[in-house]
Every structure is written in C-alpha cells, then in structure tokens.
C-alpha cells in the first residue's frame, strides 16, 4: 500500500462525496481506489485501440446473393491497407468460406471486419483481433535483427 496526498478543489470533493454517498461508500480511500482503477480500464481501452494488431476474418456467404460477391470485393480493395491475405473455399454449389487476415490499427481492423460481419447474407462471420506490438513491425530477411523481442520470444 502507498499514501498519497491529492490535492481536490471543493467542488470536485463535493462530487465525490455525492458519488460516494449514492453508491454506499462508507470510506472515502476505497471509493477514490475504485475510480481510479475505472479510469485506468478505460484508459487501457482507448491506448488498445490505437494500437495495433492482426485480425483474423472468417465468414461464409452465398456467391449468388444479389451483389453481395462485388460489394465484398470492393470493400477490401477500398480497405487493401488493412488486408494481408486472404483465402477463398467453395464450400460448395452455393456457399463461399472466405479467411481474411487483417493488419493495421486495432480500432480500424475491428470496424472494417464488423462492417463485412454485418453485410446481409454474410453468415458465421467472427474476427479474432491478436495484439501485435511494434517490435514485430519489421521485414524478416531485408535485415539483419536488430529488433527487440519480448523476454521468451524467438525471431
Ligand atoms: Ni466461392
């Protein structure tokens, strides 16, 4: 445990007092600790998405819907940036699997992979986001390595 001194001003002290009056606070410690630890997930949320990190696209539609084949295609065109790879099954007569990795800025590979997710006629669609921090940003074989992995990590 560490003491710290905080300086408030009356009115954020009255705030808190109010907060902690409509929550059942009894001690003031326990209620500024819990605030703090809400501020700091939220904080944690908003770092997490301008970090980066690969996603992993997978749905199945059906070839024949009406335009959805060329409105698909002209989504990851119109986001190449953020697209990889990406692997194209016939399932069969009708059904198309499509696997899609996806790279770039968390909160903008989320977004594109929830927009292909939400086109009608696309189904089973799911993306798995893996964070992937800067040290991996780099070109294996352009280089020699140089870069720093994490502790247990191997190139
Ligand atoms: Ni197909």
């Given at each position: 445990m560490h003491r710290v001194t905080v300086t408030l001003d009356?009115?954020?002290?009255?705030e808190l007092?109010?907060?902690?009056?409509a929550r059942g606070y009894q001690n003031r410690?326990?209620?500024?600790r819990d605030l703090a630890r809400a501020g700091l997930r939220q904080a944690n949320i908003e770092a997490g998405?301008?970090?980066?990190?690969?996603?992993?696209?997978?749905y199945v539609y059906d070839h024949a819907a009406r335009d959805l084949a060329r409105?698909?295609?002209?989504?990851?065109?119109?986001h190449h940036d953020l697209t990889v790879s990406s692997m194209h099954?016939?399932?069969d007569h009708d059904n198309c699997l499509e696997?899609?990795?996806?790279?770039?800025?968390?909160?903008?590979v989320q977004r594109f992979a929830e927009s292909v997710i939400a086109e009608r006629s696309v189904r089973h669609g799911e993306v798995v986001l893996i964070p992937a921090d800067e040290a991996h940003e780099h070109g294996h074989g352009?280089?020699?390595?140089?870069?720093?992995?994490?502790?247990?990590?191997?190139?």
């Open positions: 009356d009115e954020l002290m009255g007092d109010r907060v902690m009056a410690s326990e209620a500024i998405a301008s970090a980066r990190c690969v996603g992993v696209l997978s409105r698909l295609t002209s989504a990851f065109h119109d099954v016939h399932l696997v899609s990795v996806l790279k770039g800025p968390t909160a903008e352009e280089h020699p390595h140089h870069h720093h992995h994490q502790d247990g990590e191997t190139g």
